[in-house]
């Protein structure tokens, strides 16, 4: 085991103050960190002091972070004064570590952006995703954009490929319970699956002019619509999550209109990682394999104008 001789940072330069964080928001960003490979086993983690500046909170909130990371296995040497040491890898000998709980499940929302974020760290990010529109993924890189443009971080390369629906297919969600309003739903959703996809591309291929970050940003359209939703990151790591239709009201044009949707947004994501054993890493691996299956056969070229 090596052991770096001075505290890494905890994700490049300091940054400036963000806003007040929880203890369990600061556990799930040190923990992405870590298991994307950013804190590297046998690693001497930034300071206490430094984490608490980072992340904007008091030594108390940082204290409970690394004691839930210790908890499951993936820091050492969590006191009060020296800095914590990230878990040695340990999974290639007999005298393996107890595997940690595994993460669990988050609203999109919530647990998306920090794995993306953490994805931004490596030299070439690759990104593949599948689901009903792209404003979860939109929002989720508009962290790791920021940090871009205020010189924390520099990829050297950004690959993204998203597969969406086709405009040419009957949904099966969203869809109205008065069949004679599907048309006007589907407008309402091809018109946010383009305006969110050219907003993502957009602001990905700005990196090009802005930072010289080679950048490839790629849609496909898929002849059906997916009943779950997939975010795969750096060939590593498989974000999954369903999209549980409910039945509500929702007002258009002015009218309301019942209907049948999924709030992708609260979607409870699962995350699958290549280091957290055979059922995670061959999980990720068929995930790779379906996604690319999907992008090399029946999808087709998805060109996003109204």
């Not at 046998?42 to 030594?59: K, L, S």
């Not at 599948?130 to 954009?145: D, F, K, M, N, R």
């Not at 299956?293 to 104008?305: F, G, K, Q, R």
């Amino acid at each position: 085991m090596t052991v770096d001789p001075e505290p890494a940072s905890a994700n490049g330069p300091k940054r400036p103050p963000r806003p007040q964080k929880s203890h369990r928001e600061v556990a799930d960003e040190l923990r992405a960190r870590i298991r994307s490979g950013v804190l590297k086993p046998g690693q001497r983690m930034p300071t206490q002091a430094r984490i608490a500046d980072e992340f904007g909170v008091e030594r108390g909130a940082v204290r409970q972070a690394l004691r839930i990371l210790q908890s499951e296995h993936l820091l050492t040497n969590v006191t009060k004064g020296s800095p914590a040491t990230v878990a040695p890898d340990l999974g290639h000998g007999h005298g393996r570590a107890p595997a940690g709980p595994p993460a669990p499940p988050e609203p999109t929302m919530v647990g998306l952006a920090p794995r993306i974020a953490a994805a931004f760290a490596a030299p070439h990010v690759e990104i593949d995703a599948l689901c009903l529109t792209s404003v979860s993924l939109t929002l989720a890189i508009g962290e790791p954009l920021r940090q871009i443009h205020a010189g924390h971080m520099k990829p050297a390369k950004v690959d993204v490929r998203v597969l969406l629906p086709s405009r040419d297919i009957d949904l099966a969600f969203p869809a109205p319970v008065d069949a004679s309003a599907a048309d006007l739903l589907h407008g309402r959703w091809l018109t946010q699956r383009n305006a969110q996809g050219q907003v993502l591309r957009h602001n990905l291929l700005a990196l090009r002019a802005t930072h010289g970050i080679d950048v490839r940003v790629s849609f496909r359209a898929l002849p059906f619509t997916p009943p779950v939703k997939l975010y795969l990151l750096n060939g590593t790591e498989a974000l999954f999550a369903y999209y549980t239709l409910t039945r509500h009201e929702r007002e258009i044009d002015h009218e309301p209109l019942e209907l049948y949707d999924a709030e992708g947004t609260q979607s409870m994501l699962f995350a699958f990682e290549q280091g957290a054993g055979q059922r995670d890493a061959t999980f990720v691996e068929q995930s790779h394999l379906w996604f690319n299956a999907l992008w090399e056969t029946i999808s087709s070229e998805l060109v996003l104008t109204a």
